[in-house]
């Protein structure tokens, strides 16, 4: 299978610098190149991507402004592709900002090349990443920070008992393969299980299910 890409950017060189690195991978096929935030929701509604390499700051609107349009309710297109956010600055507000938005990941502009590309297939596959600096501690303060939801403590009886555990050790920031050692399941069936819960959950990868673990109270921040 072959990965769409978009890329939003404001600085010309750096648009040509991501689109030489990633067509040159045979998986994946950079579909188009914006300049600004608005450019970025025109052209993602009408190329389907699959990804949105997605700068922060960027003129006319911002990167996490045009993320939350293209995730939003009153998006056109009916294929709503993952949005990896791409920043010069490790700073909390930003992250915060994108998980609320609903992005798939988060990396720093001074990754390595392969560490890009990975981040691109990762997002594509469906599950979430953040770079090595955003730690768990950063979703911490980000839930703490948080009401706790209501709604999300009663989305909870939608799970069976299996899920919620399962769920519960999502949010501590276990791997699948810990979670199959700390319940005595295979790792497959840890799959099977997290991919009901998000399912269930309405939540679009991992990260997404801790900060609804969060939210339920199954986990609590750290102090």
Same mark, same amino acid.
Do not use: C, W
């Given at each position: 299978?072959?990965?769409?890409?978009?890329?939003?950017?404001?600085?010309?060189?750096?648009?040509?610098?991501?689109?030489?690195?990633?067509?040159?991978?045979?998986?994946?096929?950079?579909?188009?190149?914006?300049?600004?935030?608005?450019?970025?929701?025109?052209?993602?509604?009408?190329?389907?991507?699959?990804?949105?390499?997605?700068?922060?700051?960027?003129?006319?609107?911002?990167?996490?402004?045009?993320?939350?349009?293209?995730?939003?309710?009153?998006?056109?297109?009916?294929?709503?592709?993952?949005?990896?956010?791409?920043?010069?600055?490790?700073?909390?507000?930003?992250?915060?900002?994108?998980?609320? &938005?609903? %992005? $798939?990941?988060?990396? =720093?502009?001074?990754?390595?090349? @392969?560490? *890009?590309?990975?981040?691109? +297939?990762?997002? #594509?596959?469906?599950?979430?990443?953040?770079?090595?600096?955003?730690?768990?501690?950063?979703?911490?303060?980000?839930?703490?920070?948080?009401?706790?939801?209501?709604? &999300?403590? %009663? $989305?909870?009886?939608? =799970?069976?008992?299996?899920?919620? @555990?399962? *769920?519960?050790?999502?949010? +501590?920031?276990? #791997?699948?393969?810990?979670?199959?050692?700390?319940?005595?399941?295979?790792?497959?069936?840890?799959?099977?299980?997290?991919?009901?819960?998000?399912?269930?959950?309405? &939540?679009?990868?991992?990260?997404?299910?801790?900060?609804?673990?969060?939210?339920?109270? *199954?986990?609590?921040?750290?102090?």
């Amino acid at each position: 299978m072959t990965i769409s890409v978009l890329i939003a950017d404001d600085q010309a060189m750096v648009r040509a610098g991501f689109a030489a690195l990633l067509d040159a991978q045979d998986d994946v096929r950079v579909v188009g190149q914006a300049a600004d935030g608005k450019e970025a929701v025109t052209l993602s509604a009408r190329l389907d991507p699959d990804v949105v390499l997605m700068d922060v700051r960027m003129p006319e609107l911002d990167g996490i402004a045009a993320a939350r349009r293209i995730l939003g309710p009153d998006y056109p297109a009916a294929h709503v592709p993952r949005i990896l956010m791409l920043t010069t600055f490790d700073i909390d507000d930003y992250v915060y900002d994108a998980l609320e &938005a609903g %992005a $798939s990941g988060f990396l =720093l502009k001074d990754a390595l090349p @392969e560490d *890009l590309v990975h981040a691109v +297939r990762v997002v #594509a596959a469906g599950d979430a990443l953040l770079a090595p600096s955003v730690t768990r501690r950063m979703i911490e303060h980000f839930a703490a920070r948080r009401p706790r939801s209501g709604r &999300a403590a %009663a $989305s909870l009886g939608e =799970l069976t008992e299996r899920e919620r @555990e399962v *769920l519960t050790l999502i949010g +501590r920031g276990r #791997a699948n393969a810990e979670i199959a050692a700390e319940l005595f399941i295979s790792e497959q069936t840890v799959k099977t299980h997290v991919g009901k819960v998000l399912a269930k959950l309405g &939540a679009r990868d991992r990260v997404h299910a801790v900060i609804f673990a969060y939210d339920a109270g *199954l986990v609590e921040p750290a102090p």
